[in-house]
């Protein structure tokens, strides 16, 4: 059983960067996916972005691309993402997860772990 533990969030005004990582115990990264969530006040759990496989294939929302950045460190079993640009839409609880089982890798409903999330706040 794998375990995930967010960390890096916060406070910033807009336009404002912040790193939030992900430490995975119990994985060998380069065998599954891992994917960072998001889910704001009253909607829905949004995909933002996923890292795949040994190739480490990134796959990206059309909310976030070009302003975040999903990576890895294997060496540590860490998941990052560089969110930059921030914007006040951007506020919300931002979740990682691992072991992607079945769907696509923005897609929640497959991932078998997750954690407990980071919140991220933006003011304008």
């Known amino acids: 059983q794998g375990q995930l533990v967010e960390t890096g969030g916060g406070s910033v005004q807009a336009g404002g960067s912040l790193r939030l990582s992900c430490v995975a115990s119990g994985y060998t990264l380069e065998r599954i996916c891992m994917a960072w969530f998001r889910q704001g006040a009253g909607k829905e759990r949004e995909g933002i972005a996923a890292?795949?496989?040994?190739?480490?294939?990134?796959f990206y929302s059309d909310s976030v691309k070009g302003r975040f950045t999903i990576s890895r460190d294997q060496t540590q079993t860490i998941m990052y993402l560089q969110v930059n640009g921030l914007k006040p839409e951007d506020t919300a609880t931002y979740f990682c997860?691992?072991?992607?089982?079945?769907?696509?890798?923005?897609?929640?409903?497959?991932?078998?772990?997750w954690g407990q999330g980071t919140q991220v706040t933006v003011s304008s």
């Open positions: 890292i795949c496989g040994r190739g480490g294939n990134t």
């Open positions: 997860a691992a072991d992607l089982r079945a769907g696509t890798a923005l897609e929640s409903h497959g991932y078998k772990d």
